[in-house]
T-cell receptor, first 112, second 113 residues
Framework: DAGITQSPRHKVTETGTPVTLRCHQT?????MYWYRQDPGHGLRLIHY???????DKGEVSDGYSVSRSKTEDFLLTLESATSSQTSVYFC???????????FGPGTRLTVT | GEDVEQSLFLSVREGDSSVINCTYT??????LYWYKQEPGAGLQLLTY?????DMKQDQRLTVLLNKKDKHLSLRIADTQTGDSAIYFC?????????????FGTGTQLKVEL
């Protein structure tokens, strides 16, 4: 347990609505990541952060934005949810100088 | 982009050894990882290996790396029913922006009595 929580754990929303997922860590790690998991694709990186207000895009960033105003929180926003964003979303953290990456419990999002 | 390939399924009998294989294409891979995911759960880091090593052993787990062939394997000795899960191979290349992982599609391991 690397002190990572995600909220909500489950969400059902309608197409076109905005959705924000939260990742919270208790150990002040510098790096935070958002991945999505889909059958046949494994996990794919959406966005990541290397410090407060420092973020960058990953492999599948279209339709997503992120913010990190505090070290402990990394928010993922779907501005206008689409059915293709139905997925399980995982947050991860890693320490500066470490090659270990630890994952949160995930958020299952369904867009109807 | 970088590809990481794994076979989808593996079935073994309890007590036997399991070998899960992974191939990757990115020659700049620096660290290679194995994660375990049980149903409805997050990913658990099992072990990882630096690219200048060819083997790492940790209790029942043995990781073998053939860098020339870009082939990684995870051997689980004395496989137990609790080892039933999806196993993901992943790799990263060192960059200035942290440790971005590229994952395989996962191998579902089923352990039968």
């Amino acid at each position: 347990d690397a002190g990572i929580t995600q909220s909500p754990r489950h969400k059902v929303t309608e197409t076109g609505t905005p959705v924000t997922l939260r990742c919270h860590q208790t150990e002040n790690h510098r790096y935070m990541y958002w991945y999505r998991q889909d059958p046949g694709h494994g996990l794919r990186l959406i966005h990541y952060s290397y410090g407060v207000k420092d973020t960058d895009k990953g492999e599948v960033s279209d339709g997503y934005s992120v913010s990190r105003s505090k070290t402990e929180d990394f928010l993922l926003t779907l501005e206008s949810a689409t059915s293709s964003q139905t997925s399980v979303y995982f947050c991860a953290i890693s320490k500066q100088g470490s090659y270990e990456q630890y994952f949160g419990p995930g958020t299952r999002l369904t867009v109807t | 982009g970088e590809d990481v390939e794994q076979s989808l399924f593996l079935s073994v009998r309890e007590g036997d050894s399991s070998v899960i294989n992974c191939t990757y294409t990115d020659s700049s891979s620096t660290y290679l990882y194995w994660y375990k995911q049980e149903p409805g759960a997050g990913l658990q880091l099992l072990t990882y290996i630096f690219s200048n090593m060819d083997m790492k052993q940790d209790q029942r787990l043995t990781v073998l790396l053939n860098k020339k062939d870009k082939h990684l394997s995870l051997r689980i000795a004395d496989t137990q029913t609790g080892d039933s899960a999806i196993y993901f191979c992943a790799h990263t290349a060192l960059t200035g922006g942290g440790n971005k992982l590229t994952f395989g599609t996962g191998t579902q391991l089923k352990v039968e009595l």
